[in-house]
Structures are given as C-alpha cells and as structure tokens.
C-alpha cells in the first residue's frame, strides 16, 4: 500500500445519537462531508496522496478508524466536526494519539472555527487547528509539513505564524496566527472529491428527493443575514460569493455522468439572494436541455412568483424555507428579519407556481411560552406546507443567542446534545425540558396526522417512488412521536 499522505475524517455519529435517541431507523439523511471531500481534491491536484473516511456514513466505530489508521499510517490526519460530534473527534484523535504519537493530527470544522483557543487548550490530541476555508490553509501546512520531511516534531517546533487560519501550541501558549483571506473566486477550486466517499449511502430524508440517485453540491459560500440562532456566516463570511452558473452547471453534469445524478440536492444556506445569479442557472440548464431535478435553501424575503416560476421551469421542485415562528415578537427576537404576511406571501407564490415547501418551525425560542407554540403550530397548519419541520431551538456556539442564553431561559453545554432534537436551551416560559419535547410531539401530531394533510399526500403520489418515500417519512414521523 503506498503510503497517505493526509487521512481527513468525519467521526461517527449513530442514527439515534443523531436524532435525539428516536426510533427513526434507517430512512436516509447522512449528507456526504463536501467541506473534507474538496479539500482532498485540492490537495489531490497538487500531488498530495489523500483519502476520505466518512464514518457516519460507513457506520464506522472509533476503533474501526484507528485500526484504518495502524494499517495505512498516513503522515497527517484530519477531522472535521461540527458542535454535535465534536467529542467524536476528541475520542478518536485521543486513540489514535495513543497508538501512533508521530502522527500529525489537525482538526478543523464549525466547531474548531469557532472556539479555536477553547479547542486547543482542552484537547492535546490536536496538533494544530484550521479555522475558516480549509483549502488553502490545509495546502500550505502540508507543503511546510513536507520540507521537514514530514516529522511531527520539527515542525511544530517551527515558526507557524506565517500560516495564515491557524491556531497552534507556542509552549505553554495557545496562539493564532491571522485569518486567512476569503477565496474571492470558487471557480478556482476543484469539484470535491467524491471518488473518495460512498457516494450510494448519501440518501436524504424521504421529503428531499424526487428521483434517485440524488447527488449534493455546495456552490455558495457566505451569508448576510443575522438570525441569531446561524453561526455560518462567522466561518465563511456576511459576503456572498458564488460559483459561476456555468461552473455550476458544469458541476451537475459531471455528476450526472459519473454518478447517474436525476436530482441535485444544494445545500448552500442560501441560493436566491441575487436574482441575477438565479435566472443565469435557470437559463443554462434549460438551454443544455438537462434532465434533471433539484432542491435548494431560500429566504421568504429573497424570492419572487416570477423566480420561482423560472426555477420551478429548470426544474427545482422543492424549496426549503426558514419560516421559524407564528408570531412576529419571536420571530423579532431571533433577529430573523421577515414578516408573517411576507412568509404567507411566499408560501401562496409555491403552491401556485407547484414548488414544494420543506418549512422549518422552532420551538423553544427565545420569549416563547407554550401557548406561543401553539401559535406557530397553528399557523404551520394555516400555510399547510408540504413538509414542515418542527426542530427544538439550539443555541450553536458562535451566534448571538448562545452569547444571550442567559437572557431568555437556561442553556446546558452538554454539546453531545446540539442535535436540534433535545432540549438544551429551555426558555423561561417553560416549566421543564419535557413539556418543551412534548409539545414538540404535539406539533407533529397535531400537523401530519390530520385528514386534510393525509389525503393531500395521497393525492400527490403518483408513482411507485412516491409511495416508498412517503412510507419512509411515516416510519421518520412515528420515530418522533413515540
């Protein structure tokens, strides 16, 4: 076996870890580490012998992961985590520390960005610790790595400074060196290396296909919104950069060719804010006469009837809208910018046009009792989305409602539970945890067990595909409710 250069991984998370400890069983919903996958392709292209380990995706145990690395003894390894199944990373750095003290170890991620200090004073396990876009930042360390001829020792002993997004071990002294600049043009970076990751296992969740197989993609980095609940604009930026839709385009037919893809699933936080961008992709995969379906992220405030109808004409049959609350002092609380009518407003343009809406609705904001709950379990009921998703509110680190905690109820830092399915934030307009988990069952009951929405999805299924999908979303549904 030719020696690896850089082993990156994404630790192992089990599906009730994931979703709170429900009984959802295996109905999809593992999303393949695109943030590790184009790093190793950019580390690839310049000559870096490089391999992916997904172990959620693998169902891969700690001790899988370590027994991998005995065998290969790659000269670095790589985690990203976010907050979730950080403490994943720390157990298999930990074990893989222990077995082989050589080997370089880095950690990057949503949660290493964002408490990069914190991190490494905790965790000896870590070498050093990249924050913000890794691409760059994981190429130069190598490339310094290699010139001490890949001996852990001699270049941690070396000046770092001059790497830019890194924090490091100076003695007894955590430093961080400058942020690296933002990559001002994504066209300039590879197509994430999918060839390294099970692609067959990346299934979504019964509402987030059409047609298999489905293939995900990232185009966009950065956002400017300022809900105080989201922390990604504090790891990629308030700007929005964009790949071009022709690289874009260039990118689905790839995956169509290599992967068989029939539907894309985008997961970039969100794709409509410049319209312009918008119409151009429409355009191009209406002109190349692509056979393709896709879904995507949006904001109430960032769309017209008239884009939607462009994107429902390319082929976008489903849209994931933050709607979030049925109550406008809750959703001011959360600094979501949006109005009730403009949400109404947006939800009346995708029926009409016959785009499907996946609606997101916390419970447990920040003000919130649960008569207020009940309100936006109403309204969810009056809009009548396809798919709503009632999630507990988490208060990630990075963002302003976990620096406010304090303020609207009590916060435990237990972040083995920032699943957005346990109650770790419990407002002070609740009792307990339990009556917050209880109403969230009562928001589900409540909204897909009702006639009028059962017999909507059986209107809606026309095809063999539909029945099996709507079959796993029961199976999900009862998961949630038992």
Same mark, same amino acid.
């Given at each position: 076996m030719t020696q690896l250069d850089l082993v990156l991984i994404y630790p192992p998370l089990s599906v009730s870890e994931r979703y709170g400890k429900r009984s959802t069983g295996q109905v999809g919903g593992h999303l393949p580490p695109l943030g590790i996958a184009s790093i190793a392709a950019h580390l690839l292209e310049r000559g870096y012998k490089v391999d992916v380990i997904d172990a959620l995706a693998l169902n891969m145990s700690v001790d899988d992961i370590v027994e991998f690395i005995s065998e290969s003894r790659p000269k670095a390894v790589g985690f990203s985590a976010p907050t979730s199944i950080f403490f994943r990373a720390v157990y298999c750095a930990e074990a893989i520390k222990k077995k082989l003290p050589d080997v370089l170890i880095l950690i990057g991620g949503h949660h290493a960005a964002i408490m990069p200090r914190e991190v490494m004073r905790n965790h000896n396990c870590f070498d050093l610790l990249v924050y913000g876009e890794g691409e760059l930042t994981a190429h130069e360390i190598m490339e310094k790595f290699k010139t001490f001829k890949y001996k852990r020792e001699a270049l941690l002993n070396s000046d770092l400074s001059k790497i830019s997004g890194i924090c490091y071990r100076s003695g007894e002294k955590i430093s961080q060196s400058e942020p690296r600049a933002l990559i001002p043009d994504l066209d300039t970076l590879t197509f994430p290396a999918r060839h390294l990751l099970p692609m067959d296992r990346y299934i979504p969740l019964p509402n987030q296909y059409k047609r298999k197989p489905v293939v995900h993609m990232v185009v966009i980095r950065g956002c400017p919104y300022q809900c105080a609940f989201c922390s990604n604009n504090a790891v990629f930026g308030k700007k929005i950069r964009a790949r071009s839709p022709a690289s874009v385009v260039?990118? $689905?037919? /790839? &995956?169509? /060719?290599?992967?068989? %893809? *029939?539907?894309?699933?985008?997961?970039?936080? @969100? @794709?409509? %804010? #410049? /319209? *312009?961008? @918008?119409?151009?992709?429409c355009r191009l995969i209406l002109q190349k006469g692509l056979d393709i379906t896709w879904t995507c992220y949006s904001r109430v405030d960032t769309v017209t009837k008239e884009l939607l109808k462009k994107m429902k004409d390319a082929g976008c049959w489903n849209i994931f809208f933050g709607y979030e609350a049925g109550d406008q002092q809750l959703l001011d609380n959360i600094n979501k910018g949006i109005s009730l009518e403009q949400i109404r407003r947006c939800n009346r343009w995708c029926k009409e046009v016959g785009i499907e809406i996946r609606a997101s609705f916390m419970l447990g904001l920040p003000g919130e009792t649960p008569k207020l709950a009940q309100k936006t379990i109403d309204f969810a009921k009056e809009l009548d989305p396809d798919y709503p998703q009632f999630c507990i509110t988490t208060p990630y680190p990075g963002t302003e409602l976990y620096r406010n905690a304090e303020k609207w109820g009590k916060l435990d830092k237990d972040f083995k539970r920032y699943n957005i399915w346990e109650p770790v934030f419990i407002p002070y307009g609740y009792e307990n945890s339990e009556q917050l988990v209880q109403m969230e069952r009562q928001a589900i009951r409540q909204f897909y067990f009702?006639?009028?929405? $059962? !017999?909507?999805? =059986? &209107? *809606?299924?026309?095809?063999? #595909?539909? $029945?099996?999908?709507? !079959? !796993?979303? !029961?199976?999900? @549904? =009862?998961?949630? &409710? *038992?």
């Open positions: 260039e990118e $689905i037919e /790839h &995956v169509m /060719h290599e992967y068989g %893809a *029939k539907d894309i699933s985008f997961w970039d936080d @969100m @794709m409509t %804010a #410049q /319209h *312009k961008w @918008m119409d151009d992709f009702r006639p009028k929405y $059962i !017999l909507s999805r =059986l &209107v *809606k299924t026309t095809s063999l #595909q539909d $029945i099996k999908r709507n !079959l !796993l979303g !029961l199976r999900f @549904m =009862l998961g949630f &409710v *038992k």
